[in-house]
């Protein structure tokens, strides 16, 4: 999984005070989760932009003085109006201990049921999964090229070695749906079928 580097300050006091301090001057108050202690730092919000405004998922490496940590975005809060970040949780990540994170879905193949007029939709942007760091995917794949129209992909079709994912069995990822222009078609045949037989008898 490709990973960003994040140049950050530890912060002395975390006190509210401080926090507005911080906001005001551009910057952005986090918390690294996971390890013996919370680290609490700061850094750019601009910084933060390759992270947040993506629907890729990353690993993320925060350097603090000297001091490296490898991890992962936990939570995120942003103000309701301006859409500006205010704060940024983060977790920790070691080899041998597994982490939950949220991958994006690829759509890749052709469905016979799209070819056919059917209409893709995608129910699951993104799936959770849990895995160790070094068996955590840029993206899960949806192979569509089995799906007719109505058939749905589950998300049991999409099962790995690798990770776990943490959704229901009967989780649908995506699903061909029929389009109203096929559905007005279907019907149109039907009906000229049923005039048709009628004729002959």
Same mark, same amino acid.
């Given at each position: ?39 609490? @730092? #700061?850094?750019?919000?601009?910084? @933060?932009?390759?992270? +947040? ?14 001091? #490296? ?12 109006? #301006? ?10 990540? @070691? ?12 759509? +890749? ?29 840029? @993206?899960?794949?949806?192979?569509? #090229? ?56």
């Amino acid at each position: 999984m490709k990973s960003i580097t994040i140049k950050g300050s530890e912060r002395e006091s975390v006190g509210k005070v401080s926090t507005k301090a911080l906001r005001n001057a551009g910057a952005v108050p986090c918390v690294l989760y996971g390890g013996d202690q919370p680290v609490h @730092f #700061s850094a750019e919000e601009k910084a @933060f932009k390759n992270l +947040v405004y993506t629907p890729n998922a990353h690993t993320v490496v925060i350097e603090l003085e000297g001091k #490296s940590y490898n991890a992962v975005l936990q939570d995120i809060q942003v103000h309701p109006v #301006s859409d500006k970040i205010l704060h940024i949780d983060f977790y920790q990540l @070691f080899d041998n201990k597994e982490v939950t994170m949220e991958i994006p879905v690829r759509v +890749v193949g052709t469905s016979p049921g799209v070819l056919l007029g059917g209409v893709l939709r995608l129910n699951q942007r993104k799936l959770k999964v849990k895995a160790l760091p070094a068996n955590l995917p840029d @993206f899960i794949d949806a192979d569509i #090229s089995a799906l007719e129209m109505g058939n749905k992909l589950y998300i049991t079709k999409l099962a790995s070695d690798k990770y776990k994912f943490l959704h229901p069995d009967n989780t649908v990822v995506c699903q061909v749906r029929i389009s109203r222009a096929a559905m007005k078609a279907a019907q149109e045949a039907a009906k000229a079928e049923k005039g048709g037989a009628k004729k002959k008898k």
